[in-house]
T-cell receptor
Framework: DAGVIQSPRHEVTEMGQEVTLRCKPISGHNSLFWYRQTMMRGLELLIYFNNNVPIDDSGMPEDRFSAKMPNASFSTLKIQPSEPRDSAVYFC??????????????FGQGTRLTVV | AQSVTQPDIHITVSEGASLELRCNYSYGATPYLFWYVQSPGQGLQLLLKYFSGDTLVQGIKGFEAEFKRSQSSFNLRKPSVHWSDAAEYFCAVARYSSASKIIFGSGTRLSIRP
């Protein structure tokens, strides 16, 4: 398996524009996580899905952020409208939480978002 | 609510010296604990994990960690660091279920002095 695949790797956009980040989890994994990493706040869990259903979105900063998982092999994180303070690295991770031995998150390489 | 604290933001050690990175967790039940490493520009890679059993866990790259329930700690150790160990290290906690929420600490940046 190629691992968790995120696209794009880098995104530069103007304030006010819509940004869509994409993630393909590892095949067969049933949990998917979106994290945001900044110098100031570290690694924050934004939202996570189990079997394509959002379980906890309490980390989503505000209504400008939304995430979807239409099927087991694809998820998006959308920011509309984007603001400079959204600049960060966004990581997607997936896991197969069927037993204790499976409960670990595999990370993609991240999308570095810069909003100017 | 579960939480993870890494009290050291940045640590510098000499190459060949021993290393210990601290991690304390807050959770009402026995947690599942992890250490991840992040090299510059990369995602996070799992070093080791603890679920149950032996409280001393061996991981990749010569790392180990010890779970101490009485201290709510899961410190990461390595007897002799290499320059390639310079990276950011994250401790994480989860509760096992069919939909586990994995929470990360703020990270410790490790620098290696030649």
């Amino acid at each position: 398996d190629a691992g968790v695949i995120q696209s794009p790797r880098h995104e530069v956009t103007e304030m006010g524009q819509e940004v869509t980040l994409r993630c393909k989890p590892i095949s067969g994994h049933n949990s998917l996580f979106w994290y945001r990493q900044t110098m100031m706040r570290g690694l924050e869990l934004l939202i996570y899905f189990n079997n394509n259903v959002p379980i906890d979105d309490s980390g989503m900063p505000e209504d400008r952020f939304s995430a979807k998982m239409p099927n087991a092999s694809f998820s998006t994180l959308k920011i509309q409208p984007s603001e400079p303070r959204d600049s960060a690295v966004y990581f997607c991770a997936s896991s197969l939480a069927l037993s204790a031995m499976n409960t670990e998150a595999f990370f993609g390489q991240g999308t570095r978002l810069t909003v100017v | 609510a579960q939480s993870v604290t890494q009290p050291d933001i940045h640590i510098t050690v000499s190459e060949g010296a021993s290393l210990e990175l601290r991690c304390n967790y807050s959770y009402g039940a026995t947690p599942y604990l992890f250490w991840y490493v992040q090299s510059p520009g990369q995602g996070l890679q799992l070093l080791l994990k603890y679920f149950s059993g032996d409280t001393l866990v061996q991981g990749i790259k010569g790392f180990e960690a010890e779970f101490k329930r009485s201290q709510s700690s899961f410190n990461l150790r390595k007897p002799s660091v290499h320059w390639s160990d310079a990276a950011e290290y994250f401790c994480a906690v989860a509760r096992y279920s069919s939909a586990s929420k994995i929470i990360f600490g703020s990270g410790t940046r490790l620098s290696i002095r030649p």
